[in-house]
């Protein structure tokens, strides 16, 4: 009675899961089912670090690896040109709807280990495309009052045709030498003051949805004296109120 023969044997695991684009930022993947990403290239690593598979994102982005022998694997994501990591484990995620991609490891996640027959579906990476703004400055118009001066209004568009992202806007008015400025006022995506000289910033640190607009009303109101006796320090030669030199700016996007 021989009892020194034996086999082992063992079923072959799987992992996969989903890259998404996290939208609002929030670091959960609480987005609709059209945020999937394709293209994105994923590698499977060993438990010493070193690719063994790569496979790329697909049908709204899903990857998966299989026929995978028991041992500990991690998957690395690949950044795509445009994007940004969303923040991974974030405060209110759990397993089932955080991101796994670790920013400092490029994307790497923590090591799983399979186990015979196990089929890992929790390897998540949410990313973000970068922020992509203009602005664009549009007369809207001069309007004459009783008191003989005017409100000059303008609108200031913030366009973001890029991922969600934080702004700060200036704005520097620059009328004819024959228009001075009594005072000033916006609304919109923030609101205040006018300087009637120099810049006014508008808003700082203003955080801007995906492919949203923002837009700011500024109604300055003015005088106009083209007369020869004129102590305003102009040329007393009227040009439109709609002439801007000077355009509104952003000031910084991250």
């Not at 697909?58 to 500990?72: I, V």
Request: hydrophobic share 35%; no cysteine; glycine share 10%.
């Amino acid at each position: 009675n021989d009892d020194t023969n034996d086999a082992g044997f063992y079923m072959n695991a799987s992992l996969g899961d989903y890259v998404w684009e996290d939208t609002n930022g929030n670091g959960i993947n609480d987005e609709p089912a059209s945020a999937g990403v394709d293209g994105v290239t994923v590698n499977l690593k060993d438990e010493n670090g070193a690719v063994i598979e790569t496979t790329v994102t697909m049908n709204g982005g899903f990857y998966e690896f299989t026929d995978l022998t028991p041992g500990t694997y991690s998957v690395q994501f690949v950044l795509p040109n445009g994007y940004t990591y969303t923040t991974p484990g974030a405060v209110g995620s759990n397993e089932a709807n955080d991101s796994d991609a670790d920013p400092t490891m490029n994307g790497m996640t923590d090591p799983v280990v399979l186990e015979s027959g196990d089929n890992n579906e929790d390897l998540d990476a949410g990313i973000q495309r970068v922020p992509s703004m203009e602005i664009e400055k549009t007369f809207v118009s001069a309007v004459p009052l009783p008191n003989g001066t005017y409100n000059v209004t303008y609108v200031v568009d913030v366009i973001n045709t890029g991922g969600i992202g934080t702004y700060a806007v200036t704005d520097t008015p620059s009328f004819d030498d024959d228009v001075t400025i009594i005072s000033g006022s916006y609304t919109g995506a923030d609101a205040g003051a006018l300087n009637v000289t120099g810049a006014t910033i508008l808003t700082t640190n203003n955080t801007i949805a995906a492919d949203a607009t923002e837009t700011f009303t500024l109604v300055y109101n003015v005088t106009l004296d083209t007369r020869l006796t004129s102590t305003d320090g102009g040329d007393n030669t009227y040009l439109s109120l709609i002439h801007i030199s000077e355009p509104t700016r952003l000031l910084s996007i991250s």
